[in-house]
């Protein structure tokens, strides 16, 4: 049976320094800025890369359980992914970053609780990022569906 998606991708950024603190990253015709935070020595104007690194985790996750949730067919009111980092000065490591958590949280049509509850497990099982970074950093990842509060 042929894969449901393409077996492989290459993605590319090219990331430019703004003159001052920061800069922006072009990825696909897309641009995002980034800076360092003010308490770093940065100005703060857009988000630091350990908040946009957050941001690709969590999108992964919530595109992970998007496709899961179509090829099932569950029905979801909502989704969204809350995720923090814990990122620790090490003498002579410098900063590490030490540890990922995210919540994944599914607002359900009625009915569908199980099977969104399925998806999500499914895109924490599949999202590639998270996996991928597993084996150096611990990743914690909860799962909350809730039924749709009428």
Not at 55 to 63: F, I, N, T, Y
Not at 109 to 117: D, F, H, I, K, V
């Amino acid at each position: 049976m042929a894969p449901l998606y393409p077996p492989e991708m290459e993605c590319a950024v090219e990331a430019r320094w703004d003159g001052s603190t920061g800069g922006v990253a072009e990825a696909g015709g897309f641009k995002v800025g980034f800076d360092t935070p003010p308490e770093y020595g940065g100005g703060g104007s857009a988000p630091c890369p350990d908040q946009l690194f957050l941001a690709a985790l969590s999108g992964c996750l919530l595109d992970t359980f998007i496709s899961f949730k179509n090829r099932l067919g569950a029905q979801a009111v909502d989704a969204f992914v809350s995720a923090s980092c814990r990122v620790e000065l090490r003498d002579r490591e410098g900063y590490r970053l030490v540890g990922v958590s995210a919540t994944l949280s599914v607002v359900s049509a009625p009915g569908m609780e199980e099977l969104n509850r399925r998806c999500a497990e499914l895109a924490v099982e599949h999202c590639h990022l998270t996996r991928s970074i597993e084996a150096a950093v611990p990743v914690s990842c909860v799962i909350r569906v809730d039924p749709r509060q009428t």
